[in-house]
């Protein structure tokens, strides 16, 4: 499964800048990184009244997706898919998942940005999940960093998350109704066994790297 850490903090705690520097700070290191960002605002427009996507939207169709010679995008209601599941199904070649927000995201590690200025009461206090905390005030700590520590960061999102997940021999997902099943090692092995065993003995499948199978059963 792709790693996935969500960044979380209260309103002006400068959560988009210390994002935005580690995730170059991992594209340096050449990781390929996917960014998701939630917003509390519904109703937002993404595409203008009268254009093709907009017109397609309205009559009901959902997904619709536009593609141009440079950029793809896909535009869709909000179903409620988990982040793991959105992650699973639209960023399958990413190394990692960095996000902005969800902070009340089951299952999903936290980095929380915190400033003292700031009379909010701490986050890891409030919600599960917090595994670090980017401070100004005793950045020493286990678990937290200096405001200007985002290489820190970088290296613990790396350490953490995106080796252990580049180590396996072999990584099998498994989501059933939308919803992440957790599978033992043994039941990846054997999964992954059978599965490619087929799969090589069918043609045009040699260095297969990336397998997808998806399986719809309509009751009759």
């Known amino acids: 499964m792709i790693p996935v850490v969500t960044f979380v903090g209260w309103h002006n705690s400068g959560k988009t800048t210390f994002v935005r520097k580690v995730i170059r700070e991992l594209m340096d290191r050449g990781y390929r990184v996917a960014v998701f960002k939630s917003s509390k605002h519904a109703s937002i427009q993404f595409d203008r009244?009268?254009?093709?996507?907009?017109?397609?939207?309205?009559?009901?169709?959902?997904?619709?997706?536009?593609?141009?010679?440079?950029?793809l995008a896909l535009f869709s209601g909000?179903?409620?898919?988990?982040?793991?599941?959105?992650?699973?199904?639209?960023?399958?070649?990413?190394?990692?998942?960095?996000?902005?927000?969800?902070?009340?995201?089951?299952?999903?590690?936290?980095?929380?940005?915190?400033?003292?200025?700031?009379?909010?009461?701490p986050l890891e206090e409030e919600i599960k999940g917090v595994v670090a905390v980017v401070t100004d005030t005793d950045p020493n700590r286990e678990g937290h960093f200096g405001y200007d520590d985002y290489v820190g960061v970088a290296d613990f999102i790396e350490d953490k998350y995106i080796?252990?997940?580049?180590?396996?021999?072999?990584?099998v997902t498994l989501f059933v109704n939308g919803r992440r099943i957790p599978l033992k090692d043994f039941?990846?092995?054997?999964?992954?066994?059978?599965?490619?065993?087929?799969i090589g003995a069918l043609k045009f499948t040699e260095g297969a790297r990336d397998v997808e199978i998806k399986i719809r059963h309509h009751n009759s």
């Open 49 to 71: 009244p009268g254009k093709d996507t907009y017109n397609y939207r309205k009559d009901g169709a959902d997904p619709v997706l536009f593609l141009s010679p440079d950029q």
């Open 78 to 121: 909000n179903n409620g898919e988990s982040i793991l599941g959105l992650a699973f199904h639209h960023c399958p070649h990413a190394d990692i998942v960095i996000c902005e927000g969800f902070k009340h995201a089951n299952g999903i590690p936290k980095i929380e940005i915190k400033r003292d200025d700031l009379p909010d009461k």
């Open 163 to 171: 080796k252990p997940a580049r180590r396996k021999s072999a990584d």
């Open 187 to 198: 039941v990846q092995e054997s999964l992954y066994g059978t599965l490619m065993g087929f």
